[in-house]
C-alpha cells in the first residue's frame, strides 16, 4: 500500500469528555481542512490487549521464532502505510498511559522496530515525522523546571522512535485538569493549537 500522504494517529484516553479527546477532534479536523488522509488506532476503543504474552516474551528475549499476532501485524501495517505518526495521550504519573506503554511493548517488536539479528534489517519504515500531543495537568514551566520535558524526550524521541523518524516534534497542552481548564479557560487555545498542528501537515 502506498504511503504517500497519510497520517497515522495513535490515540490514548479512556473518557470522550476528556480535553485530551478534544484535542484529538481538533486535530484531524486540521488534517481535514487541508484534505490529508489518515488513519487512527484508538487504544481504548480498540480495548487493545497491552499484557506481553509468554511467547512474545520469549520471542524478543530469547530469539525464539514465535509468529507475531494478528492484532499486532495490523498495527505495525498501519505504521507503515503512513509517513507521518502522530501519538495524542495525556500524562499519567509523568508517563504515557499503561495502554500506549503496552502498544510501544507489543507492536515495536523485535524484526519492526529493530533488527532481529545480524543480517536481518527491521521492517518499520523511517517516518517523515512524528509528532507528540501530549496533554498535561502541570504548567509547561513546571515540567520543565522539574526535569520532566527532558525526560519525556529521552523516552519519546530518543529511545521509542529513536532511528525510525526524521524528525519529532513534542506538543504540550498543560493544565488541562478540571480546577485548572475551568479557572484559567484554557481549551479553546488548545483546540485552536491543536487543529493549526493538523493543518499545517507538510508532506
Known amino acids: ?52 504474552s509468554e511467547e512474545e516474551y520469549l520471542r524478543e528475549n530469547n530469539n525464539m ?10 498495527e505495525q501495517e498501519k ?20 495502554k500506549l506503554v503496552g502498544y510501544f511493548s507489543r507492536v515495536f517488536t523485535k ?3 529493530y533488527d532481529y539479528d545480524e543480517g536481518t534489517n527491521a521492517t518499520m519504515n523511517i517516518m517523515d515525522e512524528t509528532n507528540f500531543l501530549i496533554s498535561a495537568g502541570s504548567s509547561y514551566e513546571t ?4 526535569g520532566k520535558v527532558e525526560a519525556l524526550e529521552t523516552i519519546f524521541v530518543k529511545d ?19 480546577l485548572k481548564e475551568k479557572e484559567l479557560n484554557k481549551l479553546q487555545n488548545h483546540i485552536k493549537k491543536a487543529k493549526n498542528i493538523g493543518k499545517k501537515t507538510i508532506f
Request: hydrophobic residues 35%; glycine residues 4%; positive net charge.
Open 160 to 178: 521509542r522512535m529513536a532511528g525510525k523518524t526524521k524528525r519529532t516534534n513534542l506538543y504540550f497542552f498543560t493544565e488541562t485538569t478540571f
Open 79 to 98: 505504521i507503515n502505510d503512513a509517513n507521518i505518526l502522530t501519538f495524542i495521550f495525556p500524562l499519567f504519573w509523568m508517563d504515557a498511559p499503561s
Open 1 to 52: 500500500m502506498s504511503r504517500k500522504g497519510k497520517v497515522h494517529i495513535i490515540y490514548c484516553h479512556p473518557s470522550k469528555k476528556s480535553i485530551t479527546y478534544k484535542i484529538k477532534e481538533a486535530y484531524i479536523k486540521g488534517l481535514i481542512e487541508k484534505r490529508i488522509n489518515y488513519t487512527i488506532t484508538d487504544l481504548y476503543e480498540l480495548d487493545f490487549n497491552t499484557d506481553i
Open 111 to 113: 524484526g519492526f522496530k
Open 143 to 146: 515540567l520543565k523546571d522539574d
Open 65 to 74: 521464532d514465535y509468529p507475531l499476532s494478528e492484532d499486532i501485524i495490523q
